[in-house]
Each structure stands twice: as C-alpha cells, then as structure tokens.
C-alpha cells in the first residue's frame, strides 16, 4: 500500500484509507490467511522540502515528526502494525539499480540536467489500469516546466540535483529518486516481483499507479506487479476535496479530540471504500450509539458466562432445541457477514449485519440465558467477538476501573442506604443489610445513627 509522504499531520483522508486496509487485513486473517502487509513512506519529496524550507527546518526533521504521527495515529487507531514500513532514503541503491536497468532495456533516458525520465510511449498498454487511452492522456497533459522531457507523459524516475536539496550520487549525476519508482522497488522488494493486492486513494490511479504499473511490466515482466487493484474514495468536505488552500482539512488528531477511535472506525466502516465520503464531525454521533449497542452486548454475554469461553465449535447433536435455534440464527448472521464481506468489502452491509447480531443477543440470548449451556454462551460470544475484531472495535472491553476505590464507594453508599432506614426505623431491613455484609467479611458497627465498616478479619 502507498504509504504517507510525512509533510504533515494525518488527516481524515488518509486515515479512511489506512482503517479500511486494516479492515481487509483483519477479514482475511478472520479468514484464516496469513497478511504481509508493507506499508512505505516517501520521506524525500518536493513537499517535505518546500516545508522545511518554508519552516526554516532541516528536512529530515520534518519528516522524522510527521512519520512519528503517522505511527502515533494508527496505535490510537487499533490498526495493526505493518509487515515492514520501508523508507525511500534506505533504498536508493535499490533505485539506481532499477533506473540503471530501465536504462539499459531502452525505456528511460538521461537528460542534461541529471535527470532520468521513464519514455511512456514505449509501453505499449499504457493508461490500461486507468481506462485512459495515451493519445488522449497526451491530448490532455499539463505542460510542465520540465524542458528535457521527449513526452508530455514521460514522468522522472530521478530528479537531478539542484541546488540547497538532499542528492545521492549516481553514474547520471547527483540528484533523487521520484515518487512512482520508490514504490514499485520497495513494494517487490519486500513482496515479491507478483504480489495479491495494492493500494491506496483514489488519488492515486493516475498517474501515479498507472506509472508504477509500467516501470513494474517493463522490470519484472509482462503479467508481474499486483493482481488486485483497490482503490479507497476521496474524503470530501461539503461536497469539495480537501485541500490547504481551501483550508478545509480536517485532522485525524481534532476527531480523536471529540470522538472514541472506534466511533471513528465504525463512521469509516459505514460507506463502501470505493464511494466518496463527504465528511461533517456531527456524522460521527449516531456511531456513538452503535458502539454503545456492540460493547452492551459483549458485556451482557460476558456476564452470563462470567468467564471468557474458547468453544469454537459445538455439536449439534447434543444440544436441546432451543440452543439448536439460538447456534443456527447465530450461525446465519456469521454466513451474512460473510457474504457482505466476500462481495468486495461491503463494510456498510457487514456492519448492519453485526449491529443485528448484537441486538439478537442483548434481547433473545442474554433473557434466555438461563436455558442455554456454558458452552452455546462460549460459542456465541467467541463468534462474536471474531466479527467485532473484524472493524477493530471492542478493544476496551475490560473498563479502566479502579477496583478499590470502587468497593469502598459501594459499601459506602450501601451504609448510607441502611442509615435511612434505620432513620425510618425499618430495623429489620437494616439488619439484613448488615447481615449480608458480614457474610462478605464487612464488619459494620453503629454508633446512634452513624456506621462504620471494616474488613472482619478471623482472629
Ligand atoms: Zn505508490
């Protein structure tokens, strides 16, 4: 997946992009496979360098903050940690090898100022994964000040040295690397020449995959590079792109400000990653509720189990009528997840069908417990559980409570409780109370209307 280009804080656009990825990740290891997922960071690019000039900064400070933001967010996220996050500036050898190959196979030429440009009209099948046909893209193109290119389309593969930036040296000359090589490298590097799925934004298509897509047939070979294509759609704000000169961005760090980081995935999870989501802050309130009904559930389950059960499989031979219905109507929300999941991430389907699995439990299994056995509970809320984890939610299931402090306040309030009855002279209600403290090793002794409580110890 095309990673960020650390320039600035993470905002709601990148991180639909980076929830989703992690939603896929998490249905096929639901699934049984096993992820590798790499995760790369263009951390040399005109905009580091133009902020850091801006700034008055050293470049790699900008990126070193901005990357440690990236990790910062996806912690507070739940995303799980990638396979590798590969960085540009440790793989430029890697770079001059594959330009120096692209080179010598005819497809890139070296200009006077240093440069490398990649020559798209030697491809034959250029524009393919965009549905775009050259001559139009040509037709189309935006001239650039860029007077060493043969083609409008031609795109840099190195960026020859000028003067105050970063360079490494090459057999061409000092310069850079360009963006749409760094990924193909560093992508089959750690992947493979021929790997399953990559993506990003929607942004991305053209030219930027379209570009990595034709240095990788030219390097690796006509069927190499990803099988999949998946591209998530852009964030809007009312209906506008975001963007620094609309000043209209909206940072993953003000969300998290106001709202749960599962609130947020759950809002994520809502659209189908193709389509484009228009943003508003107030959006994100009805998923308040949702996680609400998805934690009262797991807390429900879990109280009636009292302890987490491991039972992934049951026999139906064994089980009474009323638990064969409650494992069959669980059992057809799992296949309708499935299903919604299989059809390319339907997350909005797949979600209404948790949400009704949740609310299943919290009215037909947790009132009928009592008729249902320890090991149909364990089954229910280990299934659960699994379609839970698939959105990353319900990492808070153990709440951050302070025991202690907690059993001092109960019994506090309870002797307040019998204090008033005892004002009321309901005595044997109050002795009851006391009674049933005692038997939980809670001495209490009055003094006229005042109690006190300690802990009976057996001396
Ligand atoms: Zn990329």
Redesign the pocket.
């Known amino acids: 997946m095309?990673g960020p280009t650390p320039y600035d804080y993470t905002h709601v656009g990148h991180a639909r992009v980076y929830v989703f990825f992690d939603i896929v990740r998490r249905y096929f290891e639901y699934l049984g496979l096993e992820v590798k997922l790499v995760v790369?960071f263009t951390d040399i690019d005109d905009k580091i360098l133009n902020r850091a000039r801006s700034e008055g900064r050293d470049w790699r400070e900008i990126t070193e903050t901005y990357i440690k933001d990236y990790y910062e967010v996806c912690e507070k996220l739940h995303i799980k940690p990638a396979y590798k996050n590969p960085r540009v500036t440790e793989h430029i050898q890697d770079m001059v090898d594959a330009i120096k190959k692209l080179i010598e196979l005819g497809y890139a030429y070296v200009t006077p100022d240093h440069s490398v440009y990649f020559d798209v009209t030697k491809v034959p099948n250029y524009g393919e994964l965009s549905h775009q046909k050259i001559e139009e893209l040509i037709a189309g193109a935006r001239v650039e000040p860029e007077p060493y290119k043969r083609n409008p389309l031609d795109f840099a593969l190195w960026k020859g040295r000028k003067p105050g930036e970063p360079w490494w040296e090459t057999p061409w000359g000092p310069g850079r690397p360009g963006?749409?090589l760094?990924?193909v490298v560093m992508a089959t590097k750690y992947l493979g020449q021929v790997f399953d799925i990559h993506g990003?934004g929607q942004d991305?298509v053209f030219p930027?995959?379209e570009n990595?897509l034709a240095i990788a047939r030219v390097l690796h070979g006509p069927s190499s590079f990803a099988r999949y294509w998946m591209h998530v759609g852009l964030v809007t704000i009312k209906g506008e792109k975001m963007s620094k000169s609309l000043g209209n961005i909206v940072l993953v760090k003000d969300v998290l400000a106001k709202y749960n980081p599962e609130v947020f995935r759950l809002y994520i999870a809502s659209t189908q990653y193709r389509k484009p989501l228009d943003f508003a802050m107030e959006h994100l309130e009805q998923y308040r509720t949702i996680l609400d009904t998805l934690y009262t559930a797991h807390d429900y389950l879990k109280e009636v189990i009292k302890e987490r059960g491991t039972v992934t499989s049951i026999d139906p031979d064994r089980l009474s009528d009323r638990e064969r219905d409650a494992v069959v109507k669980v059992n057809s929300y799992v296949e309708e997840f499935e299903k919604y999941m299989n059809n390319d991430f339907n997350t909005p389907k797949a979600l209404s069908t948790l949400i009704s699995l949740a609310k299943y439990i919290i009215t037909t299994i947790v009132t009928s417990e009592e008729k249902l056995s320890t090991e149909v509970l364990s089954y229910i809320y280990s299934t659960y559980l699994d379609l839970c984890n698939v959105f990353g939610v319900l990492n808070e299931v153990t709440p951050p409570v302070n025991y202690e402090k907690l059993v001092h306040e109960l019994i506090d309030l309870v002797l307040e409780i019998r204090s008033d009855l005892r004002k009321i002279k309901l005595w044997e209600l109050a002795d009851k109370i006391r009674a049933k403290l005692s038997e939980l090793g809670i001495a209490v002794s009055d003094y006229r209307l005042k109690s006190y409580w300690k802990w009976r110890r057996n001396i």
């Open positions: 095309c790369n963006w749409h760094e990924c990003g991305l930027h995959h990595e």
